[in-house]
């Protein structure tokens, strides 16, 4: 597993787990975290118990959907919420996203209030009329903080975990337009494929989501290959390189 290198307080702490170290079969092999791809629910059962004794808390586990929804986590907060997002600012629970290729996005607050986590895929991160899943969990986590937005998001830091890297992500037409129609800036995103399709950069794209919240304080994820999901399979899960995959996750949690 990893740890997150970013400078947030003590009481904040990050885990993301890679797929080695569990008791999963192939093609979900090994240390697979979700309980919708096919795996046998007993290995799965393991291997989150596993995950949650590395994170010495409790990692909540959501119902992704591709949405923009968020959630309030809690100590009786349970597994299978219907949510892209969630936050907290109690201790032990962790704000967990899984992911396989998607692009995970932890939230945390300088000062220890509260943090968050986001699973985006394009369709969440671009939502609709410029409202994503990153814009929807600004808009409940930002409160928490007992200042201003704007004071909110200078004291705010995020990191971005592994996800399909540029120069694997092709789309379609319709999925640059998507962006496009809530920035024109977008474009700069995007780079043509053979056969007409785009080649897009999802982290990129949520950076640039990110700074039009006033969040500046950006980490992890570059876009640079050493953070691609599909060219590392000993390390990372990948949905679009074997289609059958399991599910890795970033958490979040305060201690």
């Not at 007409?196 to 994820?221: C, E, H, Q, S, V």
Request: proline fraction near 7%.
């Amino acid at each position: 597993m990893i740890v997150p290198d970013w400078p947030v307080p003590p009481m904040v702490r990050s885990l993301l787990s890679l797929r080695e170290g569990g008791v999963s079969r192939a093609p979900f092999d090994s240390l697979n975290l979700g309980d919708h791809v096919g795996d046998d629910p007993a290995a799965v059962a393991e291997n989150r118990r596993r995950y949650a004794e590395a994170t010495v808390a409790r990692p909540v586990f959501l119902k992704q959907v591709h949405g923009v929804h968020s959630e309030r986590l809690d100590c009786d907060s349970p597994d299978g919420l219907e949510a892209d997002a969630c936050w907290t600012r109690e201790p032990g629970v962790a704000c967990t996203i899984m992911v396989a290729d998607c692009l995970p996005v932890l939230l945390a607050d300088r000062e220890g209030r509260a943090v968050a986590a986001a699973h985006c895929g394009w369709r969440g991160l671009a939502g609709q009329e410029g409202r994503g899943v990153l814009e929807s969990l600004w808009e409940s986590f930002w409160p928490q903080l007992a200042a201003t937005p704007a004071e909110a998001a200078a004291r705010t830091l995020a990191w971005l975990g592994p996800c399909i890297g540029p120069g694997a992500f092709e789309v379609g037409t319709e999925v640059k337009e998507a962006f496009e129609a809530a920035s024109p800036g977008a474009s700069m995103r995007f780079r043509l494929a053979p056969g007409g399709k785009w080649l897009a950069d999802l982290p990129g794209l949520a950076r640039d989501r990110l700074r039009a919240l006033d969040i500046i304080r950006l980490f992890g994820n570059d876009g640079s290959a050493d953070w691609c999901t599909v060219s590392q399979p000993s390390r990372f899960f990948s949905h679009r390189r074997d289609r059958a995959s399991g599910r890795f996750a970033a958490s979040i949690w305060l201690a």
